[in-house]
């Protein structure tokens, strides 16, 4: 019974000593390694922390285009496929499009950007939706009175030749840069 005892008691330190070891293993992972940024509103608050810094972190892979630099970006807001645009000095932009096949799904995909949006800007932000002036379809903008960037959502028709469809574009730049 004493070896069937003292067989139990080695057993457990062993298991409890593997356990605190890869715990603290896991806590210094953590602190080496910058968390990941998943949520919505994380991803927003990144992206006009990044907005002054031409959005260098949130740029992955460099695409080629001779008007404009483009790079695939890290963070996807609206769809799949955001990227981030440098039209010379001091323009850089972050745009976001997802093609929806009729005007009610893009009317939910637009809807959601601005709650989402909406929900995740501190009170110092301006919301201002209105419909498109040259077309039908809807533009949302944010705006802050202490920054000139813009957060706008546009909802637009997009006829083809042989279908219409509808396009919502998400935008995080400059407020004076044309939208």
């Not at 005892?5 to 409890?16: D, I």
């Not at 093609?99 to 909406?118: I, R």
Request: glycine letters at 4%.
């Amino acid at each position: 019974m004493n070896n069937y005892y003292k067989a139990c008691v080695l057993l457990s330190l062993s298991s409890l000593a593997s356990c605190v070891a890869q715990n603290q293993s896991q806590n210094y992972a953590q602190q080496i390694t910058p968390p990941k940024v998943t949520q919505p509103c994380e991803k927003i608050d990144a992206l006009i922390k990044e907005y002054d810094n031409s959005f260098e972190r949130i740029k992955l892979k460099s695409l080629n285009n001779r008007i404009s630099k483009i790079w695939q970006a890290k963070y996807h807001l609206v769809g799949n496929s955001c990227q981030v645009w440098a039209w010379g000095t001091n323009s850089t932009t972050y745009a976001c499009s997802l093609t929806a096949p009729n005007k009610e799904t893009a009317q939910n995909y637009f809807d959601k950007a601005k709650n989402v949006t909406q929900g995740c800007l501190a009170d110092s932000w301006s919301m201002n939706e209105q419909a498109r002036k040259n077309n039908d379809g809807m533009k949302v903008e944010f705006t802050n009175k202490d920054s000139d960037i813009a957060i706008a959502a546009h909802m637009v028709p997009t006829a083809g030749l042989f279908k219409s469809e509808w396009t919502v574009y998400y935008y995080v730049g400059s407020d004076r840069h044309p939208k």
